[in-house]
């Protein structure tokens, strides 16, 4: 097996991972935990886990486009990502938290602007950072799936026009082929982008997002000296689109190539679409938000469906929630219901196998998020049983964090994060949930 030159052997940063991911061959050199309980009713091996993403809890992401705008005087965020849950220091417990918890896998999200402060200019300590992660989670027998991306670039991607440059193809396949060249060895499963379908959707809300992004961009290109700033939420679809479906091609092949084995996909932002009306948009919402992303996803190893409520599609906009349905924190309506018709209507598009890689809720009451979790498993299990390829359910979030603009009010976490002491502390949800990963089953 290759490996990056002068990077550290696995003995070497793994300490004590078992013989079993080691050195074993097909699922375990793939980085994939056999599941430890298998009395349950889901299949042998089922992922079942937590989500983050690094510039929401890692904290102190000086260098990515996005701290930029949190610090822009006016700014269009609540607040600034700060420490966050200052995960960049304490993922050593974070991660034998998630595993004590009882489950089996760990995504998170790799940091890009840490990963390649300067254009061109790669830091090997902060690769190295990211190996120590790997390695914990081989340590607690936790499946890594890596996110390559999830929204967050450097600033100086920012200053040279973000997604909408052309550039942004070959300049995001060198990050992912070098970040997989030092990574690859220790890692599960991985996605390109998180998400990146998202400009397209944001389109369809009911209400609009862009108000004051113009200048708000305007403002950061001015403060990083550049006549543009392109950040992923804010970018026009089209031209994001345009970069994005390629940048996920080639950092694909790159993954591909080596070293370790294994399998790479796309997660995309989805809602159970329901036609509202009889001159719903809904076939066209579909074709436009979904169909070029479930192509890439269907050339790929598997596809991510990320999912935390439905859509009432009207002409050619969502009509919002109905009247007396109970919403989340965020403004969504309480429809846990969605994951599995999101799941039937995916396995309809691909033939690829799919992971949950986000499915939860905002809420301060944390028995709703145990009735959503119950809800939403049950609908894994009815996909299951209909013979749909599900191999995995990962709930959004390990811990509550900095939920971008929106800052740190909604919760979306299995575990409360003290904003002060940075204590945590796992909810009723989380116990339910990874009791449910131990048994392999409701
Ligand atoms: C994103 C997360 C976000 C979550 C909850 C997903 O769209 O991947 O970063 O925190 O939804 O809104």
Redesign the pocket.
């Known amino acids: 097996m290759t490996r990056a030159k002068g990077s550290l052997t696995r003995r070497e940063f793994v300490g004590g991972v078992s013989t079993a991911f080691a050195l074993g061959a097909g699922a375990a050199s793939s980085g994939a935990h056999q599941a430890a309980a298998t009395t349950g009713s889901f299949p042998k091996g089922f992922l079942w886990g937590a989500a983050t ?1 690094a510039h ?1 809890v890692e904290g102190n992401n000086l260098n990515s486009d996005e701290w930029v705008l949190e610090h822009m005087k006016p700014t269009i965020f609540a607040e600034p990502s700060g420490d966050a849950c200052d995960h960049y220091h304490r993922y050593p417990d974070d991660i034998a938290l998630l595993a004590g918890l009882g489950f089996n896998t760990y995504r998170f999200s790799i940091e890009w602007a840490r990963i390649e402060p300067e254009q061109g200019i790669f830091s090997r300590a902060e690769l190295d950072h990211y190996r120590r992660m790997l390695a914990a989670c081989h340590e607690h027998k936790l499946t890594p799936m890596v996110t390559f991306n ?2 967050t670039a450097p600033r100086w991607f920012a200053a040279l026009g973000g997604w909408e440059n052309p550039a942004s193809v070959d300049l995001f396949a060198r990050y992912a082929e070098r970040a997989a060249r030092h990574l690859g060895d220790l890692i599960g499963l991985a996605t390109t982008f ?2 990146p379908n ?1 400009p397209r959707l944001l389109g369809w809300l009911s209400f609009d997002i862009s108000g004051g992004t113009g200048a708000l961009l305007q403002q950061a290109a001015r403060a990083v000296g550049s006549d543009r700033f392109g950040f992923f939420l804010f970018a026009d679809a089209e031209k994001a689109l345009a970069s994005m479906i390629p940048a996920h091609e080639r950092a694909l092949a790159a993954m591909k190539s080596g070293p370790g084995k294994f399998p790479v996909g796309v997660s995309l ?1 989805m809602a159970d679409e329901q036609a509202a009306g009889p001159d719903s948009g809904r076939d066209e919402k579909r074709r436009s938000v979904y169909g070029a992303w479930l192509e890439a996803a269907g050339k790929s190893d598997f596809l991510g469906v ?1 999912v ?1 409520t439905r859509a009432r599609v009207g002409k050619s906009k969502d009509l919002g929630p109905e009247p007396g349905v109970e919403l989340t924190q ?1 403004g969504y309506e309480f429809w846990p219901e969605a994951l599995e018709a999101v799941l039937r209507y995916s396995a309809t598009q691909v033939k690829v196998p799919m992971y949950v890689t ?1 499915n ?1 809720i ?1 809420t301060e009451d944390d028995t709703r998020r145990v009735e959503y979790i119950r809800r939403a498993v049950a609908g894994v299990q009815s996909c299951l049983k209909a013979g749909l390829d599900v191999r995995g359910y990962i709930h ?2 390990l811990m509550d ?1 900095y ?2 603009v929106f800052g740190y009010r ?1 919760k ?1 976490g299995l575990v409360s994060v003290d904003r002060e002491t940075q204590a945590r502390t796992p909810r009723p949800s989380a116990r339910f949930l990874g009791e449910i990963a131990r048994r392999n089953g409701l």
Do not use: D, I
Request: aromatic share 24%; charged share 15%; glycine share 4%.
């Open positions: 993403a929401q999830h929204f998180n998400e998202l932002a990320q935390y965020m986000e939860g905002s959004w979030s964090n939920e971008w909604p979306f």
